[in-house]
């Protein structure tokens, strides 16, 4: 007789989320009911899309800081040039145009960082009522359970390590 181990998969570590949208007098405008699988149990492929959404997002605030490093270096150009008499100056310099890629960090608040890992599983319009409305206590409760090892997946040093006295 062959004892078969079934692998777990990310439906056996579904969180069921019911997240209030804050509303007026204390009440919830909505609740946003969803069945997410925590971090560590989410599809290779929808961890791709986040990391890959981060990155664009690392480089764009790469741009951003440049351009605004050779824009200080340009207005402080100009300033010197407009010091230099019209006879002795060159060409006067101009202020660098801010990248389009920084316009994602236009409207990029911390709270999306981990919100982002919910937005394959809600409604485009659920999304953006919550990157809107939910406060930072709600996102970082909702980090701690994204990111928490579900129960059962705490393997003990006991379990972990073999017995001494066997």
Excluded at 27 to 38: A, H, M
Excluded at 107 to 129: C, G, H, N, T
Aim: charge should be negative; proline fraction near 8%; glycine fraction near 4%.
């Amino acid at each position: 007789m062959s004892d078969r181990l079934t692998a777990p998969s990310t439906f056996d570590h579904l969180l069921r989320l019911d997240i209030p949208i804050p509303g007026k007098n204390g009440e919830p405008e909505k609740v946003i009911s969803i069945d997410v699988p925590p971090v560590n149990w989410m599809a290779g492929d929808e961890v791709a899309k986040y990391f890959e959404w981060a990155q664009e997002l690392a480089q764009a605030e790469a741009a951003l800081l440049k351009w605004a490093q050779d824009k200080s270096q340009a207005e402080a150009d100009i300033a010197k040039w407009e010091q230099t008499p019209e006879d002795e100056r060159g060409e006067r310099p101009t202020i660098p145009e801010r990248p389009e890629q920084c316009a994602m960090l236009d409207d990029f608040s911390e709270k999306e960082s981990v919100l982002r890992w919910l937005k394959p599983y809600v409604s485009a319009a659920d999304y953006r009522l919550m990157l809107k409305k939910l406060p930072k206590g709600t996102v970082d409760w909702l980090e701690k359970q994204l990111t928490s090892a579900p129960a059962g997946d705490e393997i003990s040093v006991g379990e972990s390590s073999a017995s001494t006295d066997s």
